[in-house]
């Protein structure tokens, strides 16, 4: 009796491995796409702390922004495809330990150029880390269902980090700003120390496409380059043509070299699924305004309305918490009308929020911005995670961290070009205030515009 016993309980024990791996490689996942998430999102209030201590113009304070996003969006290609080759166990250490390196050299600095330096290094282990993240979940829970829960639970990491990121940017900046960046540390150990307890991910090893990899950091860092300096030196500054005239004509190779190549980095027949394609869209316009408009609202309450930084981060509140509590109902939501109902909703959501903001006056209260910023926090966890999961589910299991490299790159992307356009706009002669409306109108359209291509996914309950 006392052996059938002992076999029982090691049958037990046996079952229960699996289940706790899976629990301590998804919590590992959510710790690192929240840190890196809320690094592209906490240092919008601490813009105005840190041009009064290391000096630099409206330019300067996007590059501190971009300098992370650029990066970021520049290498995600790649490094989804170093998770298909070495793992992405190993890959998400490998990045996370150069973001925490990183995130130490931010709090450190000693002048802007040293910031934005350090910030691009902070996109780099985060380009490696967000793929892999994906990656992990994707390999830990192999059942369409849970795997679909599990991605909730990862994406709440996300909304949750650029909902706070304000706010948490605010009470910081009150001790200091540099602090916005020394807090990645401890959490970056607590999510190694669990990724420890993670099982070995499997390997698909091929070549480096290192042609692809050169013209898609041309492409996104000559467009990119390109926006930003035309707010300062105008589209008709000669460094301004050429980083514009570059980017097209790189991306035009990258494209080329994809078809061509013998193990391209973004195989092209990912895009032959109408779903793959539209969540790659639908990733770019929703960062344009859930990423975008954070950027705007932080200046303007503090230029516009004389806020602090602890101010600012306080006018967020609402939107935070709207979206941290709708958050853990999103996979609920999706499982009972389809993932397609609840993105079109929050793309909607952020389009008309977009255009209420625009309307509103410059002699209105803080509150009411406050309060109009509501529906942009709303689309975050109603939008990314059905997203992200339908995504997921029509990729092949050894393409995952490819195609979570392509559906993140198009989300950098749209936070950068959100960034350096909406900065450009506001920076023109034309003033602030007219710099604010344009761009709130384009946040609108760029969203609707992928609502309306949501409409086409038709795999879908």
Known sequence: MSLIASLRRSTTASARAPEQHAVATLAAAVLGFFVITLD????????????????????????????????????????????????????FAGGLILFVIASAACGLAPSLPVLVAARMVQGIGAAVTMPTSMALV??????????????????????VASAAGPVLGGVLSL??????????????????????????????????????????????????FGVIEAGAAGFAAPRVLAAL???????AAFVTAQAKVAHPMVPLELFRSATVAVATGIGFAFMVGFYGLPFLFSLYFQQQHGLSALG???????????????????????????????IISGLVLIAVGSVALALVPASAPVWESA???????????????????LLLEHVPAHRTGTAGGVFNTSRQVGGALAVAVFGALISAPAGFEHGLRVSLALAAAVTLSAALATTRITTVR
Do not use: K
């Open 245 to 251: 005239t570059l980017g097209p004509v790189a991306f």
């Open 40 to 91: 592209a999102t906490i240092v919008n209030v601490a813009l105005p702390p840190i041009r009064d201590a290391l000096g630099g113009g409206i330019t300067g304070l996007q590059w501190v922004v971009d300098g992370y996003t650029l990066m970021f969006a520049a290498l995600l290609l790649s490094a989804g495809a170093l998770s298909d080759r070495i793992g992405a166990r190993r890959a």
């Open 138 to 159: 994707r390999h830990a829970f192999p059942d369409p269902a849970r795997r679909a829960r599990a991605v909730g639970v990862w994406a709440m990491g996300g909304a």
């Open 312 to 342: 600012a981060g306080i006018a967020f509140l609402p939107m935070m918490l709207v979206s941290a509590c709708l958050t853990p109902f999103s996979a609920r939501i999706s499982e009972r009308t389809g993932p397609r109902v609840p």
């Open 371 to 389: 309060l109009l910023l509501i529906p942009v926090g709303l689309a975050g966890p109603l939008v990314m995670p059905p997203t992200t999961a």
């Open 175 to 224: 001790v200091s700003w540099r602090m916005i960046f020394w807090i990645n540390l401890p959490v970056g150990v607590i999510t190694l120390l669990l990724l420890a307890r993670a099982p070995h991910s499997p390997t698909h090893p091929s070549p480096v496409d290192w042609i692809g990899q050169i013209t898609g950091i041309l492409a996104m860092g000559g467009l990119t």
